[in-house]
């Protein structure tokens, strides 16, 4: 071993060059000299401790070096050497715990902290000034140039989360300190532990053993993204040792970290029902531990209301609550589907006897009940922003997940809020529009989560500070092993920790993405399985003049980029990308970033023509915002959806209403069908159309009847997308008149029952 690690220091014999500070998150301020000038770091450098208990600072930064540079330091009390790491507290006006000074200068390295965390957090900033190797190489010691810089820096808000849903998919405490670590790394400093769920109890209560032993374990995954395209029939699942919470939590704490458990309730309770099937409203009725996702308003997941039940749960937060020293604990609360509590004698007859309106107030009494024993021990509930369904619980924090909305509510009232909405901390919403591996869906890629700000403008400045911070979310549905849990999360995290530090006037998005290659650089240090959809192409299609064919338009980040593409229909060539292509008819190509020695994501595109590809086309009604795709370009852009929901930027969408479109041909041409292509993901609330019309003219004003079509059929097994036929006799047209209907309201036993369908429409030919 000491031959190996001595072979690595004289492996490399360049030195890396001076660089910038190259700091995320940016500090508050950052002052360097004009003229570079190096501190060298070296395995002769010294830490000396001004202050006490600076352990965790000192074991952070010596198991770094080791593992990246293959040295440590000296830890003293005193030295008189200029060749030193002081670390000192001193008395800092931030606004909330971790503010810190650093200073590189020819006198060594002074890092002062308000408190522990805020040296700890001067670390961090420390770490990011070394020199980042080849992470194939390693450095020899004497080559840690750090620039000299003055910092005075300290966190925007109070948290700063990131999630782990360890149920879907369990993950060993070997890991899930790994990702503590990279949390740290960020300066993030909260652990959002979802520790169970439908479909896996991962905590040990000993008074309720079955909870791990039948609900920690389910008999098959489905395949594929939901509905699935069959089952694995694997044995799956684990859980965590009380023992080994307590060793997560206390690894946390030294990384300034706070943990938060999630216990899910009333809702997706599937694994407690499967173990203890009296908890819920229909115990004879059959429980197991769900092997597919999605199924709160398909299959009876939630508690019942009884004592009973609240026995149960008082007892397993009574073990929960002295595990975490966190003044929180998480209840969910979200997704409670009151079909089950509408059906059920008991909870209509418990309704009645309390005077509760509705099943939304029965969930309002149910979080009350539970956070009012949860207070008695001194702690608060967060909840996720459904507990305001029915009336919120008087000292509740809410966690804003379906948009903004539930958090502008929740400060309104002057309860404390943590923004953590879907649209764009889900960091298991895919963050390419090249995706190419199974998610479940969405779009939300670096960029957008870089221009999120936590406070919404919809609130004054004393409404704001009812906002707590925000928190990034990883569900793992679709996230089976480290590799992905890394894909998903980096370079995201990044933005994340910029948002949630730096103040609002220093963000810089120019400025971050310079920084973030040096960031991508210490990922690859790391070992971490980073994405690399930042780098990849924008494509995008346009009309071409005249509504005469497509222009393929493609872009980079940065200017320098050398973009090349391939054609597979119709030439098979290699072109360098200068200007928008112009497309006429079939085509097939790819393109790519070229930069020698680097594999760099490819982007693809399949153009198919139709006569109706490139003409104009007008929508009586706006899609939604939140689907907008290209606007009504979209259903004649010639690119029909391959991948369903993992590529919604390639519909239009519609709530609860018709797509309803007209068509320029330019010419009176021949026609004989219309097709409309469309999706159906019940799961997500989108429906496939009730039917599509259309009609057609050759004047623009006298139009008749071509066809109708109810039969909407799916492109195969699990699919989601699919596809309205309309074929009719020979005729000539220039205008049509296409409506597709939306299905309407979602009928009871789905998802979304009650609630308005969601149209997706993504493209329609004419032949």
């Keep these: 071993m000491k031959f190996r690690s001595l072979a690595l220091l004289l492996l490399i014999t360049t030195c890396v060059s001076a660089q910038q500070a190259e700091i995320i998150p940016r500090p508050k301020t950052q002052v360097s000299p004009k003229v570079y000038v190096p501190f060298i770091l070296s395995p002769a450098t010294e830490i000396v401790l001004e202050g006490s208990n600076m352990d965790n600072s000192v074991d952070f930064l010596n198991q770094y070096l080791q593992k990246n540079y293959l040295f440590t330091l000296k830890v003293v009390k005193e030295s008189t050497s200029k060749n030193v790491i002081r670390l000192n507290f001193e008395r800092l006006d931030g606004a909330y715990p971790g503010a810190y000074n650093l200073k590189v200068d020819k006198s060594g390295i002074y890092i002062a902290g308000d408190n522990e965390e805020g040296v700890f957090y001067g670390i961090q900033s420390l770490i990011q000034l070394l020199p980042v190797p080849d992470a194939r190489l390693k450095m020899r010691p004497n080559t840690l140039k750090i620039p000299f810089i003055s910092i005075e820096d300290e966190p925007r808000f109070a948290y700063r989360g990131m999630h782990f849903d360890v149920s879907r998919h369990f993950f060993p ?98 694994a407690a029902l499967t173990a203890y099937p009296e908890l819920g409203t229909d115990p004879k009725g059959g429980y197991s531990v769900s092997q597919t996702w999605g199924i709160n308003d398909v299959y009876n997941n939630v508690l019942n209301p009884s004592e009973y039940t609240f026995g149960f749960l008082q007892d397993v937060l009574d073990e929960v609550m002295p595990l975490f020293p966190a003044e929180y604990i998480h209840i969910g609360g979200d997704e409670c589907s009151k079909t089950w509590w509408h059906q059920s004698e008991f909870c209509q007859q418990l309704m009645k006897e309390k005077g509760i309106k509705d099943e939304h107030g029965l969930q309002s009494y149910f979080i009350q009940r539970i956070e009012k024993y949860v207070n008695s021990k001194g702690k608060k509930i967060i909840g996720w922003d459904e507990i305001l369904e029915g009336g919120l619980a008087p ?40 995706e190419d591996s199974v ?18 403008k919809e609130l004054t400045a004393e409404e704001s500070k009812y906002i707590l911070g925000a928190q990034a979310n990883l569900w793992t549905e679709y996230i089976g092993f480290p590799s992905k849990v890394e894909y998903m999360l980096f370079p995201r995290m990044a933005a994340l920790s910029e948002i949630l530090w730096t103040p609002k006037a220093r963000k810089d998005s120019a400025d971050f993405f310079r920084r973030l290659e040096t960031q991508i650089k210490r990922y690859e240090l790391w070992g971490a399985n980073y994405s690399k959809a930042w780098y990849d192409l924008k494509s995008t299609v346009l009309p ?37 292509v112009k497309i006429t008819g079939n085509f097939i190509a790819q393109a790519n970033i070229e930069t020698p020695g680097k594999n760099m994501p490819l982007t693809s595109v399949r153009f198919q ?62 026609i004989h069908q219309v097709t409309v292509h469309a999706m159906e993901r019940k799961s997500s609330w989108i429906w496939a159309p009730e039917r599509a019309e259309v009609q057609g003219s050759t004047d623009g004003v006298n139009y008749a009847p071509l066809g109708t079509s109810y039969d909407f059929q799916p492109a195969g097994f699990g699919v989601q997308k699919g596809k309205l036929v309309m074929a009719f006799g020979d005729t000539y047209a220039r205008y049509l008149k296409v409506k597709v209907y939306n299905a309407g309201k979602i009928p009871d036993g789905n998802p979304g029952s009650g609630k308005n369908a969601w149209l997706f429409v993504d493209e329609i030919a004419v032949d």
């Design 173 to 270: 405490v070997s890991y899930v300190k790994k990702y503590i670590d990279y949390l740290a790394l960020h300066k993030l400093n909260y652990f959002h532990w979802h520790l169970t769920d439908d479909q896996g109890w991962r905590i040990e209560i000993k008074k309720y053993p079955k909870l791990t032993s039948v609900g920690g374990w389910r008999d098959g995954t489905i395949i594929g993204r939901y509905p699935g395209t069959g089952n694995d029939s694997i044995h799956y699942g684990g859980f965590y040792t009380q023992e080994e919470i307590k060793e997560v939590v206390a690894y946390a704490s030294k990384r300034y970290i706070t943990v938060i458990p999630e216990i899910e309730m009333p809702g997706h309770s599937m």
């Design 395 to 434: 000292n509740a924090t809410v966690m804003s997940w379906r948009g903004e909305q539930g958090g502008i509510d929740a400060a309104k009232q002057h309860h404390y809020v943590i923004m953590t909405p879907g649209n764009p901390v889900y960091f298991d919403h895919t963050q390419s529009q090249n």
């Design 439 to 456: 998610t479940i869906g969405g779009y939300n890629p670096i960029e957008k989560v870089y221009a999120y700000d936590p406070v919404p």
């Design 544 to 580: 071409a003049p005249g509504n005469n064919g497509l222009l393929w338009k493609l872009e980079s980040k940065r200017k320098s980029d050398k973009i090349v593409y391939t054609t597979i229909l119709p030439s098979g060539k290699k072109f360098a990308y200068t200007a928008p």
């Design 609 to 670: 023509f139709n006569k109706a590809t490139g003409k104009k086309l007008t929508l009586t009604e706006a899609p939604s915002p939140s689907y907008p795709g290209d606007g009504g370009f979209t259903l004649v852009n010639g690119v029909i959806n391959e991948q369903g929901f993992a590529r919604s930027r390639e519909f239009i969408a519609f709530s609860g209403k018709d797509c309803d479109a007209l068509i320029d041909l330019g010419t009176s041409q021949k």
